[in-house]
């Protein structure tokens, strides 16, 4: 018999090419009149052209934001926000600017609102964090969603093919998890599975033509439903890993995601026999971990650890801290089979089951 429990986020969103016009507008809907802007140093001018659009409601561009939101960074951003008296964050870019604008809401109680550049799809999760000398905090509060998400698939345009490409394997894995899981819940797996449907069919079309703006839009929501998996739903030993190895490693984000992910849901396949079914109908496939790592293949993204800087010497290291302390995942986590199944990703094998 069904039964599972189910607590939405509080989205607010404005999808469509353009949309981003109609930040000023919504900016003044919500009262704000001192917006603090948040960028990476890349999109530093895509920051100030923000700022213009903004007029008056704009009042200071901080355009520092990187990976993992360093303590460092927070503070300094806290600082200006203090000083400008910020009453809003608006936040234009990836995971990392998006994660900046989150942790400003948790500590500052500041609203934001994102406008996602890449893939990442943070935007539609409760999770943020922020980095302490190399240790990375995640903490789950559903005040950090978004006050508003502004998504205009025209801003995906200049991200890079290649960082495209290992940027939407990184939104598939929030969706894989929540599908392939031994504890599906039908209101997650359904949003998971356009998800999937959505980034399977796009990544190859982008690869095919970058310039593909249906292609591009249809990648973007399928990030934002794999992100709203993600933040309504749970993770395991895929997400376990791919903390360990930006923690330990700081190997690249979306690329740890891009290589790691086939192996992870091979290890969970026999545990999770009913949703890898359901991903291979999705994906067209026979086997859904397979059809990950083809699909990586066909994308051109990287498939083994050592094409990230990883060495056949940390693997040992990485799977100790993996396992160390007990976490959630359908198959039993061991040691040994962890680090068998690194080998194989560390050499760019294909995937197999425990
Ligand atoms: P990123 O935000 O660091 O972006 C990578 C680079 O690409 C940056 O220089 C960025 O400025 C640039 N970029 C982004 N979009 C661009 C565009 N359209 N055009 C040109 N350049 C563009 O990388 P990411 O993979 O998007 O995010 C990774 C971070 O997000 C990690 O810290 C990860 O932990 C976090 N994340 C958090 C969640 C969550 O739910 N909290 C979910 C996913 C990712």
Redesign the pocket.
């Known amino acids: 018999m069904l039964e599972f429990n189910y607590k939405g986020l509080p989205w607010n969103i404005i999808f469509g090419a353009g949309a981003l016009q109609r930040l000023p507008e919504e900016v003044e809907k919500l009262g704000f009149e001192r917006a603090l802007v948040l ?2 140093p ?2 530093q001018s895509a920051g100030e052209e923000i700022m213009q659009l903004l007029g008056g409601r704009g009042a200071c561009l901080f355009s520092e934001a ?4 360093p303590v460092q960074t927070l503070e300094a951003a806290k600082s200006l926000a203090d000083e400008i008296q910020a009453d809003c964050t608006v936040s234009l ?7 900046l604008g ?1 942790a400003l809401a948790a500590q500052k109680s500041l609203p934001n609102i994102a406008i996602p ?2 893939f ?3 935007e539609m ?1 409760n ?3 922020v980095t302490e000398t190399d240790r990375k905090v ?1 903490t789950r509060d559903d005040s950090v969603v978004p006050t508003l998400t502004i998504y205009d698939p025209e ?6 093919v290649g ?1 495209a490409m290992v ?1 939407g394997l ?1 939104a598939l894995a ?1 969706a894989i998890v929540n599908v392939a899981t031994d504890k599906p819940n039908p209101m997650v797996a359904s949003m998971a599975l356009d998800g999937i449907r959505a980034l399977v069919s796009a990544l190859p079309r982008i690869k095919a033509n970058p310039d593909d703006i249906e292609a591009r839009a249809e990648a973007l929501y399928g990030a934002s439903m794999a ?1 709203a998996a ?2 309504t739903g749970s993770t395991g030993l895929h997400h376990k890993l791919c903390h360990t190895f ?1 923690g330990i490693f700081n190997t690249p ?2 690329e740890t995601h891009a290589i790691l992910l086939a192996h992870s849901v091979a290890y969970n396949a026999t545990a999770t026999a009913e949703g890898s079914q359901r991903i291979a109908g999705v994906m067209g496939v026979d086997d859904a971990a397979v059809g990950i790592f083809d699909l990586a293949g066909k994308l051109d993204a990287p498939q083994a650890l050592s094409d990230i800087g990883i060495k056949e010497s940390d693997l040992d290291e990485a799977a100790a801290v993996t396992t160390e302390k007990p976490f959630n995942n359908p198959e039993p986590v061991t040691i040994q089979k962890v680090r068998a199944m690194l080998q194989r990703a560390f050499e760019g094998l294909p995937p197999t089951s425990t």
């Open positions: 960028t990476t890349q999109q990187i990976m993992h939101v870019g990836g995971g990392s600017t998006t994660g989150k550049t890449s990442a799809g943070s999760t999770i943020w964090a995640t801003l995906t345009l200049t991200m890079p960082f940027s990184n929030q992100g993600l933040g930006g984000h979306a």
